[in-house]
């Protein structure tokens, strides 16, 4: 375990005020020989035992999913978040999101199966069991004996899960409560035994979990609905289920009453970083595919591949990936450093975990969003590469399409994340956390006075970028301080301004993630071993630049009138306004030509 300056540590959301050193960011290419092993071996996995059976796992075999678990169950894949004494191997956050992002990208039905299980089927005992629970359950989870479900959402109880109906009823000896309730969309149903189980006692404010065991051959109140019919992840078990006064042990509470509601928000930060993993893996084989037919496939006498239109779709494809995963290892490793300040201050692993994911929180929401987003676009330009063969069931892209579309939907919606990466960061600003307020009033005083009209230098490597990305930056504080300060606690209730701040605030945090993951290996592999990575990087700025522009006058022209819309709407030019506008078209070309004669990503 590295020990880190505690007087450098970085504060989640912090990102919008401060400058991020590109020496302080974690990127791929830092990882370790143990890591580039242990990601050697998950892809030798899935080569092996998913990749080819892709067929199979869209002709809804739930058994084929469940073998696969098992065996990543013997490889140790399934306990590396797991600490060692409790049959895991114990390994840190970066090389948790390492295993997820390979194991997931041949088939969302392994994905979901995978995240469901590590995830929230095996980590709220992981972080809220007692000694004894952990003990009695976690070995067998992490070593894919035995598979684990999360029973929370209701047909009542989505989006606002803390509203279910499910009942817990103490008995009168003491010894048991009787759970009555009905779940949908448990991922796993189909061949888990341990199932996370959130009910209410009594007319309690809050949820409370539980851990409930599940045996066929002595249900216990407990039954299936039928396997769900679904749009994708065709071989992912997933089924309503119903209790019945199910008996469970009073000692089978997980944490303490009425801590359900926040087991499962804290469940979900760490399930919204890895379901930002499980989309990479996924982006690099559909640009492989898409490659790959693009220089075979001729028309008017050459390979698609050469012209300009299929050209673009494949720059815009790897320059999302590249930075999706620059965002992505960023985070994971802040969390990382986060979690081991935690543990050397004396911190259980339980509290230093939950404390270094939650200090994330916001990243975690804005990753979710921005790679669950990347794919669905990589997977439909992958349809559109392939043209007619691109819509047939006998190429990979529909099915990769089909399986894409649920992660903007599970782990909380891209639009309950996009409210609660801004309202977080809102909050962390009341307590103190986060200084938004000076730097706000710092940027409402630079456009009352007169802006420089000197011409800055801009000769160093990634200099403008980084110069760009501090203006969008301004364009935040000046958009998200001054909705703040027109309707204070009552902007939760504006949603549509919510959701264009939230834009501009993903765009900058994975603007600003690829412009330093670049810098950083220009500094130390040399500026020509980059050139792709730094067209890819200026290729996104571009791109975001506009998408902030677009929102930030969105929001505007909808809450400021008269001078004060006048004088932002300057401001916003002023800070959008490049000095040396980059040739996108070329930039594209270039790209493109890369991933075009390595007939790979391979960056």
Partial sequence: METVDKQDIIRGGQFIVKETSCQDVFTPEDFSEEQQMMKESVKEFVDREVWPKKEQFEKKDYALTESVMRKAGELGFLGVAVPEEYGGLGMGFVSTMLVCDYISGATGSVATAFGAHTGIGT????LYGSEEQKQKYVPQLAMGE????????????????????TKAVLSEDGSHYLISGQKMWISNAGFASTF???????DDKNITGFIVEYDPENPNGITLGEEEHKLGIHSSSTRQVFFNETKVPVENMLSERGNGFKIAMNALNVGRIKLAAACLDAQRRVIGEAVKYANERVQFK???????????KIANMATSCYVGESASYRAAKDIENRINIRLEDGNTHQEAELKGVEEFAIECSILKVAVSEDIQNCTDEGIQVFGGMGFSADTPMESA??????????EGTNEINRMLAVGMLVKKAMKGHVDLLNPAMAVANELTGIPSFETPDYSAPMSEEKAMIAKLKKVFLMVAGSAVQKFGPQLEEHQQLLMSAADILIEIYMTE????????????????SQTEQIAMTQLYLYDAVNIVNDKAKEGIISFAEGDEQRMMLMGLKRFTKYQNNPNVVALRKQIAARVAKDNDYSF
């Fill in 401 to 410: 399409w089909r399986d894409a579309r649920i992660s903007r939907i599970y």
């Fill in 146 to 165: 035995v598979f684990g479900a999360y029973c929370l959402t209701e047909p009542g109880a989505g989006s606002d899960a803390n509203s279910g109906k």
């Fill in 123 to 126: 980590m709220p005992i992981t």
């Fill in 513 to 528: 993630s690829a412009v330093l993951r670049t810098e950083k290996n220009i500094e130390r592999f040399g500026l020509d």
């Fill in 196 to 202: 996370i189980v959130f009910a209410r006692i009594e």
């Fill in 302 to 312: 050459t390979p698609i591949m050469n012209f300009g239109a299929i050209q673009a």
